[in-house]
Structure formats: structure tokens, C-alpha cells
């Protein structure tokens, strides 16, 4: 017998058992804004032909691009976008934190190098090596995912970064091996496999189907289209049966080993299949660099990777390029002070326009700036500075705000230290007074900006990258284009 | 013969007897409710059979053959389903994709042929596309329409039930092990759940393994019944003589209990 709350069963074509109105009804209730439609509109085209769009765009770019240095850094969005991919299967998909990720790379370049080089007059056409040493880091994968079969979380993630670190370790001091078969037998004539810190050098060039690539523009085109397969291949597995099956390993292993995922094997798999990709693009990397060092496979490197699979979104592919791009062009941009200038008040500018709101916080905040500055003048003119203004355009304009002192070292020092104490400081005060403290906390960052950091472009960067980076996470965990997850409910 | 056979099985968690000798089986085509108070054994027995554990000793058959010590997805692989009673969805993947994932056991497609889409992985993916909307419209329209596309967190609590049921199903079981399902279901839904089950027999032809606590549950489903309290058996049989046995009401409302 059946519930009298529940409608009359349908027609008989429909097998079910129950109507849920509030299913029936979800088309009325949605609303549309104009953004929604927008959005609506670019997810329901499909992923390949975006995918193909994003690529040919970044194919033509090759033609208009102004010099080889932007070439350069475009290539360099390209090749951490591949990587971001490969990161995103391992990590985003199936949820095993792999930290020796960029010794697959460094294994690719490495293989590559001693293939095809003046190292050992191994001259390899490119043809052969690269699918070789792909298959080779897939290899290497499978037997470094060996200890996921035990091991999972925080536990994997020390096992492989103690690989990374091992795999550094041995390039940087692989120019002297020496085997010894019998433990009393004298060691055997030193051998030099990996050239130690020297690296390896004169790598051949790339020669694909009778072209030989020589120009930073040629391995821009071959890296582009190697992301774009490699993108749409993996986004064609995301929703077939093993990417489905690797997805469910990140949500819930157990369930997905009882229910018929074969979880430790597949494993294993996207650890290969992680490392493969890592390969590829070690390959192209050693081939543009035309050496490598071991160096180039360290930490630093390794987190450059994860920032960009998490900024773009951990477990969305295609946003690996948005990841990657502010990875690789941000701190491009902010190399000289006046993009530097300008990205830092841009920012300003744009985080008040959107987010302070209402207005009145706005007026309370720009009020409390000029006092501020009044007050900063006025006390510096106490001490017979000068504070007449350096500079024209957009430095010269704030150069009028905010006085650039003869002894700005000192001076901006302590701005500095005072910025950073009132943005500590900021953190702990109450929604209300945020915007009056803001408005001085940013004008002694200006301070501090105009006397001390605009002058030191190098240590400024790190600081910028940073700051942005704690900003994007902070407003969009998820990332830029990753979609909200829920751990437990 | 029967299709699930459990002889002589003792587990214990250090010095802890969760299960101490026990006999059961289950016919094929039979509905079987275990029941027995919090702590007695119950979902230990599944985790069990599913092969999440070892047993110390005895042994535990199903079709004829021993699955101890198997991998839990080769024990699926030869047909036996569950459900978990604290759920366990792949909340983040969508409705549609939480059924497509366990269908993995039953295809073959492998890594190549899904990421270049070859002609024989499109075909099998199109019948496990078919397949999971087939399993899903087994509830009615809840599960059905743009529901296939939402992450499965963004289900209710009954709904989440009924996605496990579907997941379990998607794997093409013979034996179906169900933990709680009326667990936190109110009397309407209980009371679909109930005939629901019914249905998966009917229509399926399957065997049913149930853990429940909702009595009337029990009674509308089962065929038998087996009570457990401490991982021993102390009653089997049908609803109302198990319901009535005196060392069933012991175990449930304490000594004393069945005679006053």
C-alpha cells in the first residue's frame, strides 16, 4: 500500500514510485542573474571546444608577442600548466599528496639530457627519447607510489618528499659514483652520470617530423599543444570509468575499495600516470634549457608547482592555466618598481571599490588616510624635512600623498615594521573601527611602499607574491575556478 | 545450498570478543534482518563479510567458495553489495557519478581507451549512463532531472540513504547487505524503505542481509531473523518467535525483563 501524502503514481511509461515536487519545480524556482547566464552559457559548451579556444588563442599569441623575453614567460605559463595537470591528477583527483613531484620532472629532464647530449654521444632523435623517458618516469611512478599501498595522508606526502629530496641529492652528487661489487674490492674508477652541481650541458634541441626547434617561439607552440592534448585527454578520462574510479579514491577510499574500486592498484596508476606527464614536460624543459642542474628540481620549485594547481583550483584541469599564469607572470610584472607601483595601488583601488561596503565605510576609511597623512606631514615638517614631491606620473602623484625622505632607508624600515604590527593589529579589531585603522595601516604602507619597497625589487617581489597569493586563498579557497568541496556533513 | 555461509567465525579487537563463534547463513532469494542492540556485533559482521576484516578464526562462504582474506573489491567483484550505516557517498563527485564509479567492477575499459575514447569505451560508457539513471528512477523523481548533476552533499539526509542504496546496487550483487536503513528516516519514508526492499527482491532477485533497529521495519521485511548480542547468537528464526524469545527481551531491556 502506499502513503496517502503521496501524489497518484504517474502513467505507465514512467516506472517510478514517487513524484518529489520540489524536483519537478527546480526550473521556476531558479533565478538568473545576467553573470549566472553568462556563466551558464561558457559551462554548457563543451570542455573540448574551450579547451581548443584557450589553446589556439595561446597559438596566435606566438605570432603577435612583442619580444623572445614575453615569449619566454609565456612558455613558461605553458609548461606549468602541463605540469599543473599532471599535479591535478595525483593530488586533485585521487587525493594522494605526492611532494616528489618535481623529482618526476627532474627525472624527465635528466633522462632527456643523458639520451640526448654531448654527455654520453647519445644523440637520440626526439621521437624516440621522449616517448622513451615517459615511459621511463612512469616507471619510476608506479615503484615510488609502491609505499601508497601502506601508507596515506601525511605519511605518503614525508615518503615522497624524502624521494625529492633523495633525487636532488644524487644529481648534485652523481659525477662521482663508485660501485664496488665486493665490499673489500678497491671501488671502482669514479663515474660521472649526472655531472654533479656542473649538471648536464649541451643538450640536444628538439627535431619533431623533420623540423629542428631552435627558437624559444618553436618550443612555445610544441608545449602549447602538448598541454592541450595532454588537458583534453585527461579531461575525456575525468568521466570515464578509471577517472571516475580515481576521483572516488580522494572522497572516500574504503567505500570505494568495498563498492569495487580496486583503490591500492589505482593507486599506483595515477602515480604513473602523474609522474608520465612530469616526464613530458621535463623532456621540453631540458630541451629549451639545453642543461639541467639539480638545482632546478628543489623545493622551491615544487611549491611553485602546488601554488599553481591550487590557485587555479585543486582537481579542475583547465584552470591549472590560470594557476600557472599567475605563478609564472606575476612575478614577471612585478620585476620593475613602476608595474610594481602600479599593480600595488591598482589593487588598492580595486579592493576598495568592490569591497568596502556601504559607502559611509568608504568615506570613514579615505577620512581617516588624509588625516593620517596630515598628521605624518605635519609631524615631519616639525622636523624640517623636505617634502616636496620626486618624480611625475603615476609616482609623481603619490609622490604628492606620501613624502619620499632623503634618509629612506632608515625611515622606511620602520614603516615597515609598523605596517606589519598594524596588520597584525587590524586582524583583532571589531567590524567597525576596521575602516578608520585601515586607512591608517594603508597609509603607512604607503610609507613604507614609497621610501623602502619600491626601491628593492627583488625582495619586494617575494613579498608582493606572497601577499597576492595569501589574498586570492584568502577570498577563494578553493581556488579561482575550483569548485567548493565539503570534507564531512 | 545456501548462497552465504558463516561457520565457527570469532573475531576480537585485542581483548575485546566482538564475535565468538558464530554460525549463520543465508538462503539465495531470502531476506535475513539482523538485529540486537548497540554494540553486539552487528556492523562488525558486515565489515566482515565485505572484507574490511579478518576473521581469527572460521570461516565465512559465499557461493561455495571462501572469501577470507580477499580484497574487499574482488569479494564485490563476485557479488556481495553494502550499504554503510553512517553513509559514506562520495559527496563531492555528483548523483549520476556516485553510482557510475562503483559500476567499475562490472567494465573493463582501461586508462587508454576512456582518456582517447574508443569506440568500445563510449559504448560501455552510454550502457553505464543508461544503467544509472535505470538504478536512480528505482526512487521515484527524488533522484531523477537536474539531480543527476548535483554534487551529492547537497542531498537530504533520506535522499543520501537512497543514493547508497542505488551505489551498492550499480555493482550488480547478488547478496545485498544493507546497514540501518530506516536509521533517521521518518515513518513515511521508513515505511518506503520498507517496500522498497521488497522490491529489490522482486524485481532484482536479490539476496538481503539487513541491519535494522526500526522493529516494524524487521517485521514487514524479513524472512528470518537472527538476533545477536555481545557477537553471540542467542535467537533465530522467524519475526514473532525471535520478537518473543525471552533471551532476545533480555538483551534488549535487561534481566528480569521477560518474566515480570
Given at each position: 500500500?502506499?502513503?496517502?501524502?503521496?501524489?497518484?503514481?504517474?502513467?505507465?511509461?514512467?516506472?517510478?514510485?514517487?513524484?518529489?515536487?520540489?524536483?519537478?519545480?527546480?526550473a521556476?524556482?531558479?533565478?538568473?542573474?545576467?553573470?549566472?547566464?553568462?556563466?551558464?552559457?561558457?559551462?554548457?559548451?563543451?570542455?573540448q571546444?574551450?579547451?581548443?579556444?584557450?589553446?589556439?588563442?595561446?597559438?596566435?599569441?606566438?605570432?603577435?608577442?612583442?619580444?623572445?623575453?614575453?615569449?619566454?614567460?609565456?612558455?613558461?605559463?605553458?609548461?606549468?600548466?602541463?605540469?599543473?595537470?599532471?599535479?591535478?591528477?595525483?593530488?586533485?583527483?585521487?587525493?594522494?599528496?605526492d611532494?616528489?613531484?618535481?623529482?618526476?620532472?627532474?627525472?624527465?629532464?635528466?633522462?632527456?639530457?643523458?639520451?640526448?647530449?654531448?654527455?654520453?654521444?647519445?644523440?637520440?632523435?626526439?621521437?624516440?627519447?621522449?616517448?622513451?623517458?615517459?615511459?621511463?618516469?612512469?616507471?619510476l611512478?608506479?615503484?615510488?607510489?609502491?609505499?601508497?599501498?601502506?601508507?596515506?595522508?601525511?605519511?605518503?606526502?614525508?615518503?615522497?618528499?624524502?624521494?625529492?629530496?633523495?633525487?636532488?641529492?644524487?644529481?648534485?652528487?652523481?659525477?662521482?659514483?663508485q660501485?664496488?661489487?665486493?665490499?673489500?674490492?678497491?671501488?671502482?674508477?669514479?663515474?660521472n652520470?649526472?655531472g654533479?652541481?656542473?649538471?648536464?650541458?649541451?643538450?640536444?634541441?628538439?627535431?619533431?617530423?623533420?623540423?629542428?626547434?631552435?627558437?624559444?617561439?618553436?618550443?612555445?607552440?610544441?608545449?602549447?599543444?602538448?598541454?592541450?592534448?595532454?588537458?583534453?585527454?585527461?579531461?575525456?578520462?575525468?568521466?570515464?570509468?578509471?577517472?571516475?574510479?580515481?576521483?572516488?579514491?580522494?572522497?572516500?577510499?574504503?567505500?570505494?575499495?568495498?563498492?569495487?574500486?580496486?583503490?591500492?592498484?589505482?593507486?599506483l596508476?595515477?602515480?604513473?600516470?602523474?609522474?608520465?606527464?612530469?616526464?613530458?614536460?621535463?623532456?621540453?624543459?631540458?630541451?629549451?634549457?639545453?642543461?639541467?642542474?639539480?638545482?632546478?628540481?628543489?623545493?622551491?620549485?615544487?611549491?611553485?608547482?602546488?601554488?599553481?594547481?591550487?590557485?587555479?583550483?585543486?582537481?579542475?584541469?583547465?584552470?591549472?592555466?590560470?594557476?600557472?599564469?599567475?605563478?609564472?607572470?606575476?612575478?614577471e610584472?612585478?620585476?620593475?618598481?613602476?608595474?610594481?607601483?602600479?599593480?600595488?595601488?591598482?589593487?588598492?583601488?580595486?579592493?576598495?571599490?568592490?569591497?568596502?561596503?556601504?559607502?559611509?565605510?568608504?568615506?570613514?576609511?579615505?577620512?581617516?588616510?588624509?588625516?593620517?597623512?596630515?598628521?605624518?606631514?605635519a609631524?615631519?615638517?616639525?622636523f624640517?624635512?623636505?617634502?616636496?614631491?620626486?618624480?611625475?606620473?603615476?609616482?609623481?602623484?603619490?609622490?604628492?600623498?606620501?613624502?619620499?625622505?632623503?634618509?629612506?632607508?632608515?625611515?622606511?624600515n620602520?614603516?615597515?615594521?609598523?605596517?606589519?604590527?598594524?596588520?597584525?593589529?587590524?586582524?583583532?579589531?571589531?567590524?567597525?573601527?576596521?575602516?578608520?585603522?585601515?586607512?591608517?595601516?594603508?597609509?603607512?604602507?604607503?610609507?613604507?611602499?614609497?621610501?623602502?619597497?619600491?626601491?628593492?625589487?627583488?625582495?619586494?617581489?617575494?613579498?608582493?607574491?606572497?601577499?597576492s597569493?595569501?589574498?586570492?586563498?584568502?577570498s577563494?579557497?578553493?581556488?579561482?575556478?575550483g569548485?567548493?568541496?565539503?570534507?564531512?556533513? | 545450498?545456501?548462497l552465504?555461509?558463516?561457520?565457527?567465525?570469532?573475531?576480537?579487537?585485542?581483548?575485546?570478543?566482538?564475535?565468538?563463534?558464530?554460525?549463520?547463513?543465508?538462503?539465495?532469494?531470502?531476506?535475513?534482518s539482523?538485529?540486537?542492540?548497540?554494540?553486539?556485533?552487528?556492523?562488525?559482521?558486515?565489515?566482515?563479510?565485505?572484507?574490511?576484516?579478518?576473521?581469527?578464526?572460521?570461516?565465512?562462504?559465499?557461493?561455495?567458495?571462501?572469501?577470507?582474506?580477499?580484497?574487499?573489491?574482488?569479494i564485490?567483484n563476485?557479488?556481495?553489495?553494502?550499504?554503510?550505516?553512517?553513509?559514506?557517498?562520495?559527496l563531492?563527485m555528483?548523483?549520476?557519478?556516485?553510482?557510475?564509479?562503483?559500476?567499475?567492477?562490472?567494465?573493463?575499459?582501461?586508462?587508454?581507451?576512456?582518456?582517447?575514447?574508443?569506440?568500445?569505451?563510449?559504448?560501455?560508457?552510454?550502457?553505464?549512463?543508461?544503467?544509472?539513471?535505470?538504478?536512480?528512477?528505482?526512487f521515484?523523481?527524488?533522484?531523477?532531472?537536474?539531480?543527476?548533476?548535483?554534487p551529492?552533499y547537497?542531498?537530504?539526509?533520506?535522499?543520501?540513504?537512497?543514493?547508497?542504496?542505488?551505489?551498492?546496487?550499480?555493482?550488480?550483487?547478488?547478496?545485498?547487505?544493507?546497514?540501518?536503513?530506516a536509521a533517521?528516516?521518518?515513518?513515511?519514508?521508513?515505511?518506503?524503505?520498507?517496500?522498497?526492499?521488497?522490491?529489490?527482491?522482486?524485481?532484482?532477485?536479490?539476496?538481503?542481509?539487513?541491519i535494522e533497529?526500526?522493529?516494524?521495519?524487521?517485521?514487514?521485511?524479513?524472512?528470518?531473523?537472527?538476533?545477536?548480542?555481545?557477537?553471540?547468537?542467542?535467537?533465530?528464526?522467524?519475526?514473532?518467535?525471535?520478537?518473543?524469545?525471552?533471551?532476545?527481551?533480555?538483551?534488549?531491556?535487561?534481566?528480569g525483563?521477560?518474566?515480570?
Amino acid at each position: 500500500m502506499t502513503d496517502d501524502t503521496r501524489p497518484p503514481e504517474p502513467a505507465s511509461t514512467d516506472r517510478s514510485i514517487g513524484k518529489d515536487q520540489w524536483v519537478e519545480a527546480a526550473a521556476d524556482r531558479r533565478v538568473e542573474t545576467r553573470v549566472d547566464s553568462v556563466r551558464r552559457r561558457i559551462s554548457s559548451t563543451p570542455v573540448q571546444w574551450r579547451i581548443l579556444v584557450v589553446g589556439a588563442v595561446a597559438l596566435l599569441f606566438a605570432l603577435v608577442s612583442p619580444s623572445d623575453y614575453i615569449t619566454r614567460i609565456a612558455f613558461t605559463v605553458a609548461l606549468y600548466t602541463l605540469l599543473a595537470t599532471g599535479l591535478n591528477v595525483v593530488v586533485g583527483w585521487s587525493g594522494l599528496l605526492d611532494l616528489g613531484y618535481a623529482a618526476f620532472f627532474g627525472f624527465g629532464a635528466y633522462a632527456y639530457a643523458l639520451l640526448s647530449s654531448d654527455k654520453f654521444h647519445l644523440h637520440w632523435p626526439t621521437l624516440v627519447s621522449v616517448p622513451v623517458v615517459v615511459a621511463g618516469t612512469a616507471i619510476l611512478g608506479l615503484v615510488l607510489g609502491l609505499p601508497s599501498r601502506r601508507l596515506s595522508g601525511d605519511y605518503l606526502a614525508i615518503v615522497t618528499l624524502f624521494f625529492g629530496q633523495i633525487f636532488v641529492s644524487i644529481a648534485n652528487n652523481g659525477d662521482r659514483l663508485q660501485i664496488s661489487l665486493n665490499g673489500n674490492d678497491v671501488p671502482s674508477k669514479p663515474f660521472n652520470l649526472t655531472g654533479g652541481p656542473n649538471g648536464v650541458t649541451g643538450i640536444d634541441p628538439m627535431s619533431l617530423f623533420g623540423y629542428r626547434v631552435h627558437t624559444i617561439t618553436g618550443y612555445y607552440l610544441v608545449t602549447v599543444v602538448t598541454a592541450a592534448v595532454v588537458i583534453l585527454l585527461f579531461y575525456r578520462l575525468r568521466n570515464a570509468r578509471s577517472g571516475l574510479a580515481l576521483r572516488s579514491m580522494r572522497e572516500d577510499p574504503l567505500a570505494a575499495e568495498i563498492l569495487s574500486v580496486p583503490v591500492r592498484r589505482l593507486r599506483l596508476v595515477a602515480f604513473a600516470l602523474g609522474a608520465a606527464v612530469a616526464g613530458l614536460a621535463g623532456t621540453i624543459f631540458a630541451a629549451v634549457q639545453q642543461s639541467v642542474f639539480g638545482s632546478n628540481f628543489d623545493v622551491p620549485f615544487l611549491v611553485l608547482l602546488y601554488a599553481s594547481a591550487i590557485l587555479g583550483g585543486l582537481g579542475n584541469l583547465g584552470a591549472g592555466f590560470v594557476g600557472a599564469f599567475i605563478v609564472a607572470v606575476l612575478p614577471e610584472m612585478l620585476r620593475t618598481p613602476s608595474t610594481g607601483r602600479l599593480l600595488v595601488y591598482g589593487a588598492l583601488v580595486a579592493f576598495l571599490a568592490l569591497r568596502m561596503r556601504p559607502l559611509g565605510r568608504l568615506g570613514q576609511f579615505v577620512a581617516s588616510l588624509i588625516v593620517t597623512g596630515a598628521l605624518v606631514r605635519a609631524i615631519l615638517a616639525g622636523f624640517g624635512t623636505d617634502l616636496r614631491p620626486r618624480g611625475s606620473g603615476l609616482s609623481g602623484f603619490t609622490g604628492a600623498l606620501v613624502p619620499h625622505l632623503e634618509r629612506s632607508v632608515t625611515f622606511g624600515n620602520v614603516a615597515f615594521l609598523a605596517l606589519i604590527a598594524g596588520g597584525l593589529a587590524l586582524t583583532l579589531l571589531s567590524h567597525e573601527w576596521r575602516p578608520f585603522a585601515g586607512g591608517v595601516v594603508t597609509y603607512v604602507g604607503m610609507l613604507a611602499w614609497e621610501n623602502r619597497l619600491a626601491d628593492q625589487g627583488s625582495i619586494t617581489r617575494q613579498l608582493l607574491i606572497g601577499a597576492s597569493l595569501v589574498a586570492i586563498m584568502a577570498s577563494r579557497p578553493q581556488g579561482i575556478f575550483g569548485t567548493k568541496r565539503v570534507e564531512v556533513l | 545450498m545456501a548462497l552465504l555461509e558463516i561457520s565457527e567465525v570469532s573475531l576480537s579487537f585485542g581483548g575485546l570478543q566482538v564475535l565468538n563463534s558464530l554460525d549463520m547463513s543465508v538462503a539465495e532469494g531470502e531476506i535475513l534482518s539482523v538485529i540486537g542492540p548497540n554494540g553486539a556485533g552487528k556492523t562488525t559482521l558486515f565489515n566482515l563479510i565485505t572484507g574490511v576484516y579478518k576473521p581469527d578464526s572460521g570461516d565465512v562462504r559465499f557461493d561455495g567458495h571462501s572469501i577470507i582474506g580477499l580484497d574487499p573489491h574482488r569479494i564485490n567483484n563476485m557479488g556481495i553489495a553494502r550499504t554503510f550505516q553512517n553513509l559514506r557517498l562520495f559527496l563531492n563527485m555528483t548523483v549520476k557519478e556516485n553510482v557510475l564509479v562503483t559500476m567499475y567492477g562490472r567494465n573493463r575499459a582501461g586508462i587508454a581507451a576512456g582518456a582517447l575514447g574508443l569506440p568500445r569505451a563510449r559504448r560501455e560508457e552510454r550502457a553505464m549512463h543508461q544503467r544509472a539513471e535505470e538504478l536512480l528512477s528505482f526512487f521515484g523523481t527524488r533522484l531523477q532531472g537536474y539531480r543527476f548533476d548535483q554534487p551529492a552533499y547537497s542531498l537530504s539526509y533520506a535522499n543520501r540513504r537512497r543514493l547508497e542504496i542505488a551505489r551498492a546496487l550499480a555493482t550488480s550483487p547478488r547478496l545485498l547487505l544493507v546497514d540501518e536503513p530506516a536509521a533517521g528516516m521518518n515513518p513515511t519514508e521508513t515505511h518506503e524503505i520498507t517496500e522498497l526492499i521488497g522490491r529489490l527482491r522482486t524485481e532484482l532477485g536479490l539476496t538481503i542481509l539487513i541491519i535494522e533497529h526500526d522493529m516494524h521495519v524487521v517485521e514487514g521485511v524479513s524472512d528470518r531473523v537472527v538476533a545477536l548480542d555481545y557477537g553471540v547468537k542467542i535467537a533465530e528464526g522467524s519475526f514473532s518467535s525471535v520478537a518473543t524469545d525471552p533471551a532476545v527481551i533480555e538483551a534488549y531491556l535487561g534481566k528480569g525483563a521477560a518474566t515480570k
